[in-house]
């Protein structure tokens, strides 16, 4: 008898968390839904050409050397995801002062920011996020996913946003 009633107990318990879990998702989708509803009201969607190209080509370095910072990236792994740039230019874009930003190199800026954006909703903690780059991963052939990175070509910065896109949706 007493192992019977425990055992509804913890049958409730377990409906419980799962109605519990059930209600805290819907909650997300919701408020995401409205934030995204907020954003398509608030701002104009324009195409990247309508924009002034010397602010997007600085804000863009910005952002590439900020993500560089948080992953860790030395020199060397910097020039080779941004495609190869000569030494001189990448110190010129380090320093902000960017003349010219070749297309492959923002479309590699734009596809490395969306890598970071899923790796820090899929790992919350910023420290694991980050780390998630360089552990080796069975789904890569026991390469971390920057390895993969480090192949060079804008492929396999892809192969790495669709994994993790995946697992965000």
């Known amino acids: 008898m007493l192992a019977e009633r425990m055992s509804i107990s913890v049958a409730r318990c377990y409906l419980g968390l799962s109605v519990l879990s059930y209600v805290v998702q819907r909650i997300k989708i919701r408020h995401m839904a409205n934030i995204i509803k907020k954003l398509q009201n608030g701002f104009e969607l324009r195409p990247l050409d309508s924009f002034d190209q010397s602010e997007v080509r600085r804000v863009a370095t910005r952002v590439f050397f900020n993500i560089a910072g948080e992953w860790g990236l030395s020199r060397s792994e910097s020039l080779t995801l941004l495609g190869g740039p000569s030494e001189r230019t990448f110190y010129r874009w380090r320093d902000g002062n960017v003349s010219a930003l070749p297309r492959d190199t923002l479309e590699r800026i734009s596809v490395m920011l969306g890598i970071y954006k899923a790796t820090h909703i899929l790992l919350p903690v910023a420290e694991r996020a ?11 052939g026991d390469k971390s996913a920057l390895n993969v990175m480090l192949n060079g070509r804008v492929d396999d ?8 896109d995946g697992w965000c949706s």
């Open 130 to 140: 980050n780390e998630w780059l360089r552990r080796t991963n069975t789904d890569f």
């Open 157 to 164: 910065l892809y192969q790495i946003r669709r994994y993790l």
